[in-house]
């Protein structure tokens, strides 16, 4: 009964959800389209997903050949690591001094981080060029890192979470013997882990796929990082060649698809902030 | 089963210790002894600054003025850890990541390794860091036996039941033998007939252990059966600190009888006689108050002292409550005052609603407060 009488609204939900889906997956399937044709096929008039002529081998070699797409993985993996292990580091014991602790600055520190969420990520990026460049630090990993281990959005995001920790569990841990470090780290750190995991997704693939700060201060193709480098993947000789190009955007992307798919369910517990109960 | 009490041992002095929160004052010029190995229960209605006592003693709340020691210490300026004082919660304050046995033994853990020797890999090659692990499962496993909780010793809190986990957060009270337990409405979380069983549970683990223990309740029941002495608040204020039969007994003020005894003690507004006897509504009764005539006074009978019998005060039956054991009979005197009196269950049928009856206190029994409540 209840099945047919909804029946009319529930093919209209799938119908517009996977008119949604096919708007956002598009690019990804053209992407992977390309990867694996011949470069004469690209540019065909006719519109076919799969190729006439499997290419696949050339283009992926190709990709890592004419540019070191190895190096830019590791080093998006070592930048991306090292930026959320700091951000964690910073924004574990901020939002417990702003959730937990009574001081008379906490209410005016706040304030500072949300007014730090309004402002944009470009907006000290001269000044940090800046200091870096007199640092000597220009075109390396700590150029990389360092303008990011503060995350305001991080604090804020693992303060609200801290919230829901009752306070009884940090008295007991206080007369337990913990000093206020080890709360952090061993009561309120496992409490967090959704709201981490969470924050650690939306950290990772932010720097994972950010153009513009590696652009600014990466002067060598050595240094590039995931997003950058592919560009070195166009900019080589005369003419793109597409095909080697889309190989290697499928490959840059591909790692955090995979991690997504691994944390899914984490990161929406994280999202919705089921705090601990019970 | 519990480990040899410390040498030293040692009571609480609460001296003049006042707390406010903003405009409110929870506790003001509160003073308190407690004995080397008293059982002492802090008992009031809610919001009566219990519980902010507890918590300044523990070192979680500050005081803003007066102070407290542990022995003959003054622990003012010490941090909760530094006091050596064991806490359990209302909500068991249990770790949820952590399984029983490390909830257990974290006190010990963090009392008897440094922190390098918690490190991941020194803890699991480093001597001493072993050795004290040795000592502490030891312990860990000798606490869950006296508690009976040693199947669950692998299990996460969020797997307990509520008793359980009650077994849980007193094994790691008590695990590490601290100066004095505080106990804050431990019980309050448990249905009644766990409840019951874990009074007197708590109250033998006291006697073994022989330190001092705070316990805070707004359960009557729990102040009198448990305690060695009651410390009765209200209002931000101690009104008075005595045994349980004598705080029953000899309540100092109208404000204790009141909160003491269940159903509540009958108060009858009343005037005294030029013969010596108190004119109360509905009767006289014959009390030797030793006051001059006319004086008003407040008398107190407890329900179990007002018998029904003739020649007593008049009233209607309003209502019966049939316990069982018990017959509490609701009668109206003149002036619309209610009067509970216990009975026997067997005279039930003699006392149907809107029955006249004869209600007869026990004069010896009667307690006398002044205009100002206190007991005269």
Redesign the interface.
């Known amino acids: 009964m209840i099945a047919t009488r909804h029946l009319p609204f529930a093919v209209f939900r799938h119908v517009v959800l996977a008119a949604g889906a096919v708007v956002m997956l598009a690019p990804f399937i053209w992407l992977l389209s390309l990867a694996v044709k011949p470069a004469d096929e690209i540019f065909t008039t006719d519109l076919r997903l799969l190729p006439l002529k499997w290419d696949a081998e050339r283009n992926f070699t190709e990709a890592f050949n004419k540019v070191p797409l190895h190096r830019y993985l590791l080093n998006g993996v070592i930048v991306t690591a090292a930026i959320f292990t700091m951000q964690v580091l910073v924004a574990l014991p901020a939002a417990y001094a702003l959730a937990k602790l009574r001081f008379g600055l906490a209410k005016p520190l706040f304030a500072l981080v949300l007014l730090g969420l309004l402002i944009p990520g470009h907006v000290p990026a001269i000044p940090h060029y800046i200091m870096l460049s007199h640092a000597g630090l220009l075109n390396s990993y700590p150029a990389l890192v360092l303008p990011s281990i503060i995350s305001v959005f991080g604090i804020f995001w693992i303060r609200q979470f801290f919230r829901t920790v ?1 306070d ?2 940090i ?9 206020e470090f ?1 709360i952090v780290w ?2 309120m750190l ?2 967090a882990m959704p709201a981490l995991v969470a924050f650690g997704i939306l950290s990772v693939v932010f720097h994972w796929n950010d153009y513009f700060w590696p652009l600014l201060v990466v002067t060598s193709p050595d240094m590039a990082m995931p997003a950058l480098g592919t560009v070195y993947l166009r900019n080589t000789e005369a003419g793109t060649d597409y095909g080697p190009l889309m190989a290697g955007t499928a490959i840059i992307t591909a790692p955090l698809v995979i991690a997504f798919l691994f944390a899914q369910r984490r990161f929406i517990e994280g999202m919705t902030l089921t705090g ?1 109960k ?1 | 089963m519990i480990p040899a009490p410390n040498a030293f041992q040692s009571g609480v002095s609460v001296r003049s210790v006042s707390k406010s929160f903003g405009q409110t004052r929870v506790l003001s010029e509160v003073s308190l002894e407690v004995g080397p190995r008293e059982f002492l229960t802090l008992l009031g209605p809610s919001g009566c600054g219990k519980s902010t006592l507890l918590r300044i003693i523990a070192g979680l709340d500050h005081a803003d003025e007066g102070s407290i020691a542990l022995g003959n210490q003054a622990v003012d300026g010490l941090l909760p850890r530094e006091r050596d004082v064991a806490m359990v919660f209302q909500s068991y304050a249990l770790y949820p990541y952590m399984t029983v046995a490390e909830n257990i033994g974290l006190p010990l853990l963090m009392r008897r390794t440094r922190s390098w020797q918690r490190l991941p890999l020194i803890r699991r090659l480093h001597p001493v860091a072993r050795a004290a692990a040795g000592t502490i499962t030891r312990d860990v496993r000798r606490a869950a036996e006296a508690l009976q909780i040693e199947a669950f010793l692998d299990r996460k809190p969020g797997q307990l039941s509520g008793g359980q986990r009650q077994r849980v957060a007193l094994a790691r009270a008590m695990v590490r033998n601290p100066r004095v337990f505080l106990m804050d409405e431990p019980l309050s979380n448990l249905d009644a007939k766990l409840r019951v069983a874990a009074r007197a549970e708590i109250a033998e683990l006291h006697r073994r252990s022989g330190v001092a223990c705070i316990y805070v309740t707004h359960d009557q029941v729990e102040a009198m059966t448990m305690s060695d002495r009651v410390a009765l608040m209200m209002g931000g204020e101690v009104l008075q600190v005595a045994p349980p039969a004598e705080i029953y007994d000899r309540p100092a003020e109208l404000r204790v009888a009141e909160f003491i005894g269940s159903p509540k003690i009958n108060i009858l507004p009343s005037t005294v006689r030029s013969d010596g006897g108190v004119d109360v509504p509905g009767g006289v009764l014959a009390i030797r108050s030793g006051l001059p005539a006319n004086t008003a006074v407040s008398v107190g009978v407890r329900p179990e002292h007002c018998d029904v019998a003739d020649g007593g005060i008049r009233g209607t039956v309003r209502h019966r409550e049939n316990l069982g054991s018990d017959l509490f009979v609701h009668v109206e005197t003149v002036g619309e005052h209610r009067i509970i009196a216990r009975a026997a269950p067997e005279i039930i049928d003699s006392v149907p609603p809107g029955a006249t009856v004869s209600l007869r206190p026990r004069p010896d029994r009667a307690l006398l407060f002044d205009r100002a409540g206190r007991r005269l």
């Open positions: 009752p009884d569990l008295h007991a841990a206080r007369l337990d013997g913990l000093s080890s061993r009561i496992p409490a601990l019970g």
